[in-house]
């Protein structure tokens, strides 16, 4: 409904996430990929409470999320 309306939506599994995150931290473009996922209106975030996270994914998520 809010893509229809015209909202930016970003879908993306909580693991595909994660791993694009630490990947992206690795390469030094953390602050890139976090900028992405935040310019999008809407985060839809699948498996979220169900995949378990280490504490670096955590950590990295929750700078998309903060």
């Known amino acids: 409904?809010?893509?229809?309306?015209?909202?930016?939506?970003r879908?993306?599994?909580v693991a595909q996430l994660a791993t694009e995150l630490v990947e992206a931290r690795d390469a030094?473009?953390?602050g890139r990929v976090v900028a992405r996922y935040n310019r999008a209106e809407v985060?839809?975030?699948d498996e979220l409470?169900?995949?378990?996270?280490?504490?670096?994914?955590a950590e990295?998520?929750?700078r998309v999320l903060g």
């Open 1 to 9: 409904a809010a893509a229809q309306r015209g909202h930016s939506v």
């Open 11 to 13: 879908f993306v599994t």
């Open 28 to 30: 030094r473009e953390l």
């Open 43 to 45: 985060l839809i975030l």
């Open 49 to 57: 409470g169900y995949v378990p996270l280490s504490r670096v994914d």
């Open 60 to 62: 990295l998520l929750f």
